[in-house]
């Protein structure tokens, strides 16, 4: 036997074994299929070719652009809009929009509850019971999410013609907004320039995630953190109880005793006026904070507090607003205090810019809604319309928003799907995804987004403006003008433009036409080019409004009778929109990496306090109820804290039915100062619960134990290019090896690849990512990677091919909260390929470690063999309802039970721009120059953003290439002297290099130590949480290997 | 090389069959998430589960299927002279050859006398009722498979080296193998490759032999 090598001994084995083969000895069978041509066929429609549209995204009231690809008929994907000034990049909540377009449980139709409808049935039944309640003298009601754009236009002439209208969301702007008219008499928000502050302080606002205009401070902050920008790395001070996904990014943790965060403020604002020498007119109002006396309230040493203000005087710099985590009763007086901050560092017109107009349109408070639910319970209104405001879902616990809606004659939800606050008297009216039906959005002056239709509508639903017109029009109008748009260049008459129109499309056109466009653009060219581009900004300058606002630095009159301070906070699922999305609830918690539930983070010295077992629940009481949840033992909580997540605990829905509880019932029904909701600064007490809880970490590890995996480099270093010369940071080995090993250096077992025109590559600035999830997000959609549900979730089997490793690698002040992504490293000594018997992965030529799905028989041995635990093996054939069939994207196959998957760096994306630029390489042939088809490689430009991962991050930290184009910005990013390879030691060769975060409180050159053992690249290790809970605790979270 | 892969295939299979049986018994742990069935079926031959089907594969001169209408190339290519791309226009742009719509049939059939043409009838029956054709597949490349009408047609190759002498056929009818070993004896060979690609056209022909190439 000679030469006996594995695929021979596989076929010996397969003879030797398998007697049922011989019954099987078909080659293979297919379905005969038919083949359904089109009857006639549409315009510029190729079957199998994708088309693009540029719309808007409607994942939340921000109004990014997005462009969407539509194959064969449908949507299978989505990216930010380059010409958009949210610019490229998508955020979760865009992916969200899409999945939730597809989601089984939508209605087929109009429907009461009890029978379908057509439309013009229930557009009946609505004009008549509006009729009925003015007759009754009752009042027609809209509550809704914010809306801006047409939306809003019709909106106001429905309100002028007497519809009481509320927009309102729980994570909103209100109180902001409510600061912002005390501050300055402005009716706007500030818009934040990240990009050029050196120190940022915030007081708990969302920057990175669910605040509004997110996805444009966090590019902003990721050109803050980028040495090479400006020449500074930005400092963030965070000043909250509770670090969430964008505190997480901060370098000092300030945790004021929660409620003085607003006396903290102005304390800060007194301190920079000391260092600064600050003699504006607000002087005698910011010298009215008694800095030692906050300074003891608060818990918070004035030192400290002299030290942030030396940083925040120091350059250009920034104080955020409050967010959930902070949003007391006095959210509005802390937004007041920021701002104050700003006013006496001159940031105000700089780095916090008014007069841009900057509004998710009409915003209402806490208080308007409470009001019209009370007024609803007194049987005042007659017709209630409810605009995606799951409002029994989100009431507090006093205010019985059940037995309101119940009191109403009719009300009319306009949703895809039912929710929570359908009820017998709902009349379910579907209004498409933004993805099928027409929608605009204003949410900046000047700045107009498109949202135009990308598919056919799955349902026989009609945009939320096409059931507003029709409301507009069945109301009588008022001898009064009409109201105009306040913020529009030119006056347009809004009423007689929807007098006019037929459909909500038709207003919309004619609304832009007369608002939007410019008076000297031809209509029909400026429509189809705005089509094209899915938006058209006016330039707006920036006005320096004046301060108007009054004390800002009371103390709260103590702490109130109770254990602790309840703080809730949003996650993926944001308020609870997308808890019936199942990628969204499978989607890990950033913090925690928990998911398809609700849970409580603690303080390991507060579970330690409560003697928790890992499994336990905790019941945690207010005065208006309580609630039993599992724990996250979390160094980012204050140990008088307990924070809870809000978006599950709902009743209805497919995958929302029955997930963890509902914090919104902890809170009180009252109203805090200027009618905003207080999500945070309940009192609550929490007692252990023995039980089994089902929370699970899905990154089994708090630390990285002194591996190099998630490394940081010193500020000063990274800017005065101090790390040393490229590939410095060498990871050093965690295990003690030989020294004459070592001595030996590298020795390479494999051959080494050859890579003739494309060595694909990817570089990560661990810098510029925060955690968020879009990558993970658009990879499954990208993908088809299934979502597998808790309980395997439980068992390790995650089928997401993006990890997102979370290391808490500080501790106190310095929390240094430390985000990895991890794929597929496409090793170019690959330890999977080695180890497959079947050669069912391998290398090419193009340096992609491939994975044939269809070859695999499911040995697993190179999931094993990987050392960065970036193989997923196929439990199960992972069904799906038959809705999200349409969904799946056809250039790739769906897995199924027995096979290892993997990230591909979307080979499919990479074929089809190969392809397109082999075409024009014949057709320049074709036309007679002289080509050599070897010199059609595709060109930097477009390979950088090629994979969905890296086309959907906002931060631009995934950047994709040819290595061996040494032009390329994946070779420029990926041979700075912060970039290393995960694991190099094991020298795998991987084709993923990442860029260390920068850190202002990492020692120096900790870069320049070479190849010591057992030393630790990270700032303080921390001990202490150690072992009590958390991850740790919970073991191994990953069964593959 | 067949035999390879039918061995390969086979091992495959029991090994599938073993899996599932032991998923099987995973799923029943799983029991309490209802929410999310598993199957196992997927894995097994369609055969198995469905007696509809049929096997397609393997005799390469597979027995013509019947058409919704009895549609004959050789009347259309070689007694009318059209050119395939006048029908399948969509060959040479995308992954695709596509079947035409029928609006491009009545393009000329609005023209012509149905009388005493029963098919013709078929036909505007079908454009009458604003109805799809259900036209039986004759060529079915697997789902996993990435195949580029595109590719081939841009790099010179001739309609008939895959599909036959479609010109003579009044049934259409497959006449080559469509399995793999079929396609990478042209990716390894065709004359084709050394035209485009001259002096790469070894490393032309390393890419072509991918598996990445065209499973998906």
């Known amino acids: 036997m000679a030469e006996f090598n594995r695929r021979d001994f596989l076929k010996a084995g397969a003879v030797a074994t398998t007697a049922t083969a011989a019954a099987c000895s078909y080659d293979y069978v297919v379905p005969q299929e038919k083949v359904l041509p089109y009857v006639v066929n549409p315009e510029n429609v190729q079957p199998g070719l994708a088309s693009y549209y540029a719309s808007l995204c409607n994942g939340c009231a921000t109004a990014c652009g997005l462009v969407a690809r539509n194959k064969d008929g449908r949507v299978v994907g989505v990216e930010g809009n380059p010409d958009h000034p949210s610019g490229p990049g998508l955020c979760t909540r865009g992916h969200f929009d899409l999945v939730a377009t597809y989601g089984p449980d939508r209605v087929a139709g109009p429907s009461d509850g009890n029978a379908a409808l057509s439309w013009d049935d229930a557009n009946k039944r609505v004009a008549d019971a509006i009729t009925a309640a003015t007759a009754a003298g009752k009042s027609v009601a809209w509550l809704g999410r914010y809306r801006s754009g047409s939306v809003a236009a019709l909106l106001d002439v429905a309100s002028a013609r007497g519809i009481r209208r509320v927009n309102w969301e729980p994570l909103g702007v209100d109180a902001l907004l409510a600061a912002a008219r005390m501050s300055y008499q402005v009716d706007e928000l500030p818009v934040y320039e990240l990009a050029g502050a050196k120190t940022i302080v915030s007081f708990g606002y969302d920057f990175l995630h669910t605040a509004f205009g997110s996805m444009g401070m966090a590019k902003g902050w990721a050109k803050a953190k980028d040495p090479s920008h400006d020449g500074f790395v930005t400092r963030l001070v965070a000043i909250e109880p509770r670090l969430g996904q964008s505190s997480s990014q901060a370098d000092h943790w300030l945790s004021a005793v929660p409620g003085t965060e607003q006396a903290v403020a102005a304390a800060l604002a007194r301190l920079c006026a000391e260092a600064n020498g600050y003699a504006g007119p607000t002087l005698t109002l910011v010298n009215e904070a008694d800095v030692p006396k906050i300074a003891a309230a608060s818990g918070i040493a004035e030192t400290k507090l002299r030290e942030v203000a030396a940083w925040l005087t120091s350059g250009p710099s920034v104080v955020l607003p409050g967010g959930p985590s902070t949003a007391g009763a006095q959210a509005a007086h802390l937004a007041e205090a920021t701002f104050l901050c700003n006013e006496v560092l001159g940031n105000v017109g700089r780095t916090v810019q008014f007069g841009r107009g900057s509004r998710p349109g009409h915003v209402s408070s806490y208080a308007d809604v409470k009001s019209l639910l009370d007024d609803a319970t007194a049987g005042k209104i007659g017709v209630l319309f409810l605009d995606g405001v799951d409002i029994v879902h989100l009431a507090p616990a006093g205010l019985d928003a059940a037995a309101a809606l119940a009191q109403c004659d009719l009300v009319v939800q306009l949703a895809n799907e039912p929710d929570d606050s359908s009820g017998a008297k709902t009349l379910l009216l579907p209004t498409g995804s933004g993805l099928e039906q027409w929608s605009d959005a204003n949410t900046e002056t000047g700045l107009h987004v498109l949202g135009q239709p990308a598919m056919v509508p799955l349902k026989d639903s009609r945009a939320v403006g096409d059931v507003l017109l029709g409301l507009v029009k069945a109301l009588p109008a008022p001898p009064a003008a009409v109201p105009t748009d306040p913020a529009a260049p030119v006056v347009i008459d809004v009423a007689t433009l929807a007098g006019a129109a037929t459909t909500f499309a038709d207003f919309l056109k004619a609304r832009w036409l007369a608002l939007v466009k410019p008076a000297e653009a031809e209509p029909t060219a400026w429509w189809r080019d705005v089509q094209a581009k899915g938006v058209f900004v006016h330039k707006v300058a920036p006005t320096s409004p004046v301060w108007t606002g009054g004390p800002v630095s009371e103390l709260p009159a103590g702490p109130p009778a109770g254990d602790v301070a309840l703080v809730l906070f949003a996650g993926h699922l944001a308020e609870g929109r997308w808890a019936n999305v199942p990628w969204a609830q499978e989607l890990p918690d950033p913090i925690s990496t928990y998911f398809w539930t609700t849970w409580a983070e603690l303080s390991p010295a507060t579970a330690a306090r409560l003697g928790l077992d890992e499994k336990d629940l905790v019941k945690i009481t207010t005065d208006q109820g309580s609630i039993e949840v599992g724990w996250f033992g979390s160094p980012a909580v204050r140990d008088d804290v307990v924070a809870v997540i809000v978006g599950n605990g709902k009743k209805t829905g497919k995958y929302a039915k029955g997930r963890g509880a509902n914090p919104y019932r902890l809170l009180s029904a009252e109203a805090g100062w200027y009618g905003s909701l207080p999500l945070s600064g309940a009192r609550a007490s929490i007692t252990r619960v023995v039980g089994n809880s089902g929370v699970h970490a899905l990154v089994g590890s708090m630390h990285q134990d002194g591996r190099s995996v998630a490394v940081n480099v010193n500020v000063d270093d990274a800017v005065n290019n101090l790390v040393g010369a490229a590939g410095s940071i060498v990871p050093i080995h965690h295990l003690p090896t030989d020294p004459r090993v070592e001595a030996a250096g590298p020795v390479d077992m494999y051959p080494e690849p050859q890579h003739p025109t494309y060595r694909f590559a990817m570089t990560i600035d661990a810098n510029a990512c925060n955690g968020c999830g879009a990558c993970q997000i658009a990879c499954a959609v990208e993908n088809n990677t299934p979502f597998v549900g808790p309980d395997q979730l439980r068992k390790g089997r995650t089928m997401s091919w993006i990890r997102m490793d979370r290391f808490f690698e500080g501790k106190g002040e310095n929390p240094d909260i430390r985000y990895l992504p991890v794929m597929c490293q496409h090793c170019a000594h690959a330890p999977c390929e080695g180890v497959c018997p079947v050669l069912a992965t391998y290398h090419n030529l193009d340096g992609l470690n491939a994975m044939i799905y269809n070859r695999c028989v499911g040995t697993r041995y190179c999931a094993n063999n990987c050392p960065y635990t970036a193989r997923r093996f196929n439990y199960h054939s992972w069904e799906w309802p038959e809705s999200y069939h349409l969904m799946l994207n056809p250039d790739l196959s769906t897995r199924e039970m027995g096979v290892m998957e993997k990230c591909t760096f979307c080979v499919q994306r990479i074929r089809s721009a190969k392809d397109l630029h082999r075409d024009v390489a014949f057709a320049e042939r074709e036309a007679g120059k002289p080509v050599n088809m070897r010199q059609n490689e595709v060109p930097d430009a477009e390979l950088r953003k090629l994979t969905a991962c890296a086309a959907a991050c906002p931060t631009d930290a995934i950047v994709f290439g040819n290595w061996n184009d040494d032009k390329s910005s994946v070779v420029k990013k990926g041979t700075t002297p912060r970039a290393y390879t995960l694991f190099g030691e094991l020298n795998t060769k991987s084709a993923v290099h990442y860029v260390a975060r920068v850190n202002h409180n990492q020692p120096a050159n900790v870069g320049h130590h070479g190849g010591g053992h057992g030393e630790d690249h990270g700032g303080a290790k921390p001990d202490a949480d150690k072992g009590t809970h958390g991850a740790d605790a919970h073991g191994a979270a990953h069964e593959e290997g | ?216």
């Open chain 2, 1 to 216: 090389m067949r035999q390879l892969t039918r061995a390969t295939l086979a091992f495959a299979l029991t090994m599938g069959v073993g899996i599932g049986l032991a998923a099987a018994n995973a799923a029943e742990t799983a029991s309490d998430e209802e929410t999310f069935t598993i199957g196992m079926k997927n894995l097994l031959p369609p055969a198995l589960f469905d007696d509809n089907l049929v096997v397609t594969v393997g005799d390469p001169q597979a027995e013509a299927k019947p058409q919704p209408i009895a549609f004959t190339h050789e009347r259309h290519v070689t007694t009318l002279g059209m050119d395939c791309n006048y029908c399948h226009s969509n060959a040479r742009k995308g992954v695709h050859a596509g079947v035409p719509a029928t609006s491009v049939c009545m393009g000329c059939h609005a023209l012509i006398d149905t009388t005493d043409r029963p098919e013709l009838v078929k036909l505007k029956d079908y454009w009458d009722k604003g109805a799809v054709i259900p036209w039986e597949k004759v060529h079915d490349l697997p789902d996993y498979v990435y195949f580029s009408h595109k590719r081939h047609v841009i790099a010179g190759l001739d309609c008939q080296e895959c599909h036959g002498q479609v010109q003579d056929m009044t049934v259409n009818q497959r006449v080559s193998s469509l399995k793999m070993g079929w396609c990478l004896d042209c990716h390894a060979q065709h004359p084709s490759i050394d035209e485009n690609y001259g002096t790469k056209a070894e490393l032309r022909r390393a890419e072509l032999k991918d598996c990445w190439t065209c499973h998906k």
